[in-house]
């Protein structure tokens, strides 16, 4: 957002002048109900908000889903109609598929501020206050009801559902200190509202709803369709204006809970998600997700991906489980750790994670799978032959067509190539056999864009793991060093 000038309002009302308000950012200078009704500001109930900057977005060819990758044919146009359409949703998924993610990006898709009545428990809208309170003040005050503005990261709420989680965490209780301050218990006052009603407004997402306890699923009946807040006898009116998201895993349904047939009902869109179905997509979650400490080069992370891919496709996997997304990411972060430890046991200039270092995060991975129990005693086989599967295809789809001939003759006339996870790439490279005048190396170097020793001893090592895939030479493994010959 530009500095200084005038801007428009979201809902496309007059210019107001801007202030700055949160984290640098500008809000509206409307600080009474007087001067928001003099501003031209007009409400739009929280439904008809989202719809009209989601179709805003898509008329003007913007992405409203930043950061979703492999969902464009499939989970998007049916969360983009059912948000149309003003539908409550819940997704449902097996773990690792991006529900989270497709939640907190709803967000983008309020306006960037809204105004709401200063100290309402609520968070009302000056021109439709709900409760007793609120009401009373806005009688009271008329145009000077004072106004404070709410970022849209104000007006989201996220709770993960667990099977403590009670009504009055959701729907609100009695509060026995504003009882004990005089006030009667029919007082509607004396009411603690919970998360639903306080996102009154906005959107509120629950994660994992089958882990809710069944009664605090009834509970949520009526604050989704007739948005009514039942607590301990009370029976009030409120008509909240709030955006229920759930998230939930298909198999929850007949095992660890469910989610009651009521409560389902009451959603609009029941929307299933999936794992990314093309390779390019499996490999922008990794590279988005991943916090990496070194570099971690593109081939690398195309075999943590097709090794991702190939587990969901292995009938040793519980595939009702599902095999995460944070896998691969875990994966991708922990061979980064391996070259930052090398590089600095070994005073390396850069840290560059190498095939070598796959085989550290297997090692540490393998607890994040569920494996069919049948196959119990033979986990390390099956993670270890996927991974081989997956730098085979890996090297076959990057290497092809460059003849590696000399250098297998020279492995097979005696030469032998030491690496490890405490090589440094510089002992790698200088222990390669000389091929005469071949630019052997340079061509497997380029293929990867190889720009440091790190990268270049990186795609070497992979070149020679995928001969020896291929059974062209030997490996032995022992005590932490590889020796190909």
Known sequence: ???????????????????????????????????????????????????????????????????????????????????????????????????????????????????????????????????????????????????????????????????????????????????AEGRSLGDPETIHFGLIPRSHGGIVAINELPDLAERIQVAMLNVMEERDVQIRGYVLRLPLDVLVVASANPEDYTNRGRIITPLKDRFGAEIRTHYPTQLVDEVAVIRQEADLVATVPDQLIEVLARFTRALRESSAVDQRSGVSARFAIAGAETIAAAALHRATRQGEPEAVARPVDLETAVDVLGGKIEFESGEEGREDLVLDHLLRTATAETVRGLFAGIDFALLVEALEGGSLVATGEQVSARDFLAGLPVLGESDLYDQVADRVGAANDGERAGAIELALEGLFLGRRISKDTAGGETVYG
């Open 1 to 179: 957002m530009p500095d200084g000038g005038a801007l428009s309002m979201p809902d496309g009302g007059p210019h107001v002048e801007m202030r700055s308000s949160v984290d640098g950012v500008t809000a509206p200078t409307a600080s009474t109900l007087g001067e928001l009704r003099a501003s031209g500001h007009v409400h739009k109930p929280l439904r008809a908000e989202i719809r009209d900057n989601l179709l805003a977005a898509l008329a003007e060819g913007r992405d409203p889903w930043p950061g979703l990758h492999g969902f464009e044919d499939t989970v998007v146009p049916q969360l983009e109609r059912a948000l149309i359409a003003g539908h409550d949703l819940v997704l449902l998924g097996e773990r690792g598929q991006g529900k989270t993610r497709i939640l907190r990006t709803l967000v983008g898709l309020l306006d960037e501020w809204a105004p709401v009545i200063d100290g309402s428990e609520l968070g009302e809208h000056p021109y439709e206050p709900i409760t007793v309170a609120s009401r009373r003040r806005a009688e009271e005050l008329g145009d000077d009801l004072p106004v404070r503005w709410r970022h849209r990261e104000e007006r989201y709420a996220e709770k993960l559902a667990t099977p403590d989680t009670s009504v009055a965490d959701l729907i609100g209780d009695v509060d026995p200190m504003k009882v």
